[in-house]
Protein backbone atom coordinates (compact mmCIF):
# COMPACT_ATOMS: atom_id res chain seq x y z
CA UNK A 1 0.00 0.00 0.00
CA UNK A 2 1.64 3.14 -1.36
CA UNK A 3 1.58 6.47 1.31
CA UNK A 4 -1.86 7.10 -0.89
CA UNK A 5 -3.80 4.46 0.07
CA UNK A 6 -2.95 5.06 3.46
CA UNK A 7 -3.75 9.13 3.70
CA UNK A 8 -7.49 7.32 1.98
CA UNK A 9 -7.84 5.29 5.10
CA UNK A 10 -7.02 7.80 7.25
CA UNK A 11 -9.18 9.92 5.96
CA UNK A 12 -11.77 7.37 6.04
CA UNK A 13 -11.48 6.67 9.70
CA UNK A 14 -11.83 10.02 10.61
CA UNK A 15 -14.39 10.70 8.75
CA UNK A 16 -16.41 7.80 10.24
CA UNK A 17 -14.97 8.76 13.70
CA UNK A 18 -16.34 12.35 13.28
CA UNK A 19 -19.65 11.15 11.53
CA UNK A 20 -20.09 9.30 15.00
CA UNK A 21 -19.30 12.04 17.49
CA UNK A 22 -21.25 14.41 15.42
CA UNK A 23 -24.28 11.74 15.56
CA UNK A 24 -23.74 11.37 19.48
CA UNK A 25 -27.28 11.97 20.95
CA UNK A 26 -25.64 12.38 24.69
CA UNK A 27 -22.39 14.48 23.71
CA UNK A 28 -24.98 16.90 21.67
CA UNK A 29 -27.24 16.99 25.27
CA UNK A 30 -24.21 17.27 26.53
CA UNK A 31 -23.03 20.52 24.71
CA UNK A 32 -26.50 21.70 24.79
CA UNK A 33 -26.42 21.62 28.34
CA UNK A 34 -23.61 23.09 28.83
CA UNK A 35 -24.02 26.06 26.16
CA UNK A 36 -27.24 26.78 28.47
CA UNK A 37 -25.09 26.76 31.68
CA UNK A 38 -22.91 29.16 30.12
CA UNK A 39 -25.51 31.55 29.13
CA UNK A 40 -26.80 32.04 32.60
CA UNK A 41 -23.24 32.58 33.74
CA UNK A 42 -22.85 35.49 31.23
CA UNK A 43 -26.19 37.12 32.25
CA UNK A 44 -25.63 37.44 35.57
CA UNK A 45 -21.72 38.79 35.01
CA UNK A 46 -21.28 42.57 34.85
CA UNK A 47 -20.31 44.21 31.09
CA UNK A 48 -17.02 45.41 32.59
CA UNK A 49 -16.29 41.78 33.74
CA UNK A 50 -17.42 40.34 30.75
CA UNK A 51 -13.96 41.00 29.08
CA UNK A 52 -12.42 38.29 31.98
CA UNK A 53 -14.24 35.34 30.82
CA UNK A 54 -14.39 36.22 26.60
CA UNK A 55 -11.91 33.08 25.84
CA UNK A 56 -13.94 30.94 28.14
CA UNK A 57 -14.90 27.60 25.74
CA UNK A 58 -17.21 26.10 28.38
CA UNK A 59 -19.01 26.74 31.73
CA UNK A 60 -16.78 24.85 34.03
CA UNK A 61 -13.58 27.15 32.49
CA UNK A 62 -16.03 30.02 32.55
CA UNK A 63 -16.77 29.45 36.57
CA UNK A 64 -13.12 28.58 37.10
CA UNK A 65 -12.14 31.58 35.75
CA UNK A 66 -14.81 33.58 38.00
CA UNK A 67 -14.21 31.50 40.87
CA UNK A 68 -10.67 32.25 40.83
CA UNK A 69 -11.21 35.95 40.45
CA UNK A 70 -13.66 36.20 43.13
CA UNK A 71 -13.79 33.84 45.95
CA UNK A 72 -9.87 35.29 46.84
CA UNK A 73 -9.20 35.88 50.11
CA UNK A 74 -6.63 38.02 50.08
CA UNK A 75 -6.04 41.35 51.72
CA UNK A 76 -7.21 42.99 48.30
CA UNK A 77 -10.47 41.33 47.58
CA UNK A 78 -11.19 42.49 51.62
CA UNK A 79 -10.27 45.73 50.83
CA UNK A 80 -12.32 45.44 47.82
CA UNK A 81 -15.67 44.27 49.85
CA UNK A 82 -14.60 46.88 52.40
CA UNK A 83 -14.69 49.49 50.12
CA UNK A 84 -17.72 48.53 48.32
CA UNK A 85 -19.57 48.19 51.94
CA UNK A 86 -18.64 51.47 52.68
CA UNK A 87 -19.43 53.27 49.62
CA UNK A 88 -22.31 51.72 48.60
CA UNK A 89 -25.50 54.19 48.58
CA UNK A 90 -28.55 53.43 47.37
CA UNK A 91 -30.42 55.80 44.92
CA UNK A 92 -33.85 57.02 45.08
CA UNK A 93 -35.19 54.78 42.17
CA UNK A 94 -33.45 51.48 43.68
CA UNK A 95 -35.88 49.26 45.35
CA UNK A 96 -35.00 48.75 49.13
CA UNK A 97 -34.50 44.91 49.55
CA UNK A 98 -32.56 44.66 46.83
CA UNK A 99 -29.96 46.94 48.30
CA UNK A 100 -30.27 45.75 51.71
CA UNK A 101 -29.95 42.35 49.87
CA UNK A 102 -26.69 43.58 48.51
CA UNK A 103 -25.58 44.77 51.74
CA UNK A 104 -26.08 42.16 53.00
CA UNK A 105 -24.07 39.91 50.64
CA UNK A 106 -21.09 41.84 50.82
CA UNK A 107 -21.00 41.82 55.10
CA UNK A 108 -21.59 38.07 55.12
CA UNK A 109 -18.40 37.78 52.36
CA UNK A 110 -16.64 39.75 54.64
CA UNK A 111 -17.80 37.39 57.36
CA UNK A 112 -16.71 34.19 55.60
CA UNK A 113 -12.85 36.01 55.23
CA UNK A 114 -13.12 36.51 58.80
CA UNK A 115 -13.50 40.29 59.04
CA UNK A 116 -15.70 40.80 61.89
CA UNK A 117 -17.07 44.50 62.24
CA UNK A 118 -19.47 45.44 64.94
CA UNK A 119 -23.04 45.34 64.73
CA UNK A 120 -23.20 48.75 66.02
CA UNK A 121 -21.23 50.07 63.08
CA UNK A 122 -23.08 48.20 60.41
CA UNK A 123 -26.12 49.82 61.32
CA UNK A 124 -25.12 52.65 61.07
CA UNK A 125 -23.31 52.32 57.64
CA UNK A 126 -27.03 51.02 56.52
CA UNK A 127 -28.84 53.55 58.00
CA UNK A 128 -26.05 56.37 56.25
CA UNK A 129 -26.34 54.17 52.68
CA UNK A 130 -30.46 55.55 52.41
CA UNK A 131 -30.56 58.45 50.32
CA UNK A 132 -32.20 61.66 51.99
CA UNK A 133 -35.64 60.16 51.43
CA UNK A 134 -34.85 58.02 54.66
CA UNK A 135 -34.40 61.06 56.90
CA UNK A 136 -36.96 60.44 59.07
CA UNK A 137 -36.12 56.97 59.68
CA UNK A 138 -32.70 57.04 60.13
CA UNK A 139 -33.64 59.73 63.14
CA UNK A 140 -36.01 58.03 64.64
CA UNK A 141 -33.77 54.67 64.59
CA UNK A 142 -30.69 56.80 65.62
CA UNK A 143 -32.73 58.20 68.67
CA UNK A 144 -33.70 54.85 70.32
CA UNK A 145 -31.42 53.29 72.94
CA UNK A 146 -30.02 50.48 71.05
CA UNK A 147 -29.33 50.40 67.60
CA UNK A 148 -31.38 47.39 65.36
CA UNK A 149 -29.09 44.76 64.18
CA UNK A 150 -29.13 42.44 61.45
CA UNK A 151 -30.72 38.75 62.03
CA UNK A 152 -29.04 36.38 60.78
Known amino acids: ????????????????????????PELEKWDQE??????ELIL??????????????TSKD?????????????????????KQLILHKMKDSDDVR??????SDTVDKLSEMNVVINEDLLS?????SLPPFFETFRIAIESRDQLP????
Not at 1 to 24: D, L
Request: one cysteine or more.
Open 1 to 24: MGSRGFKCQVRTNFNSFSRRIESN
Open 34 to 39: DLNAKS
Open 44 to 57: IVSPGELNQIKNCK
Open 62 to 82: LWDTLSKNFESKGPARKATLL
Open 98 to 103: DHLNKF
Open 124 to 128: IMMLY
Open 149 to 152: HQKI
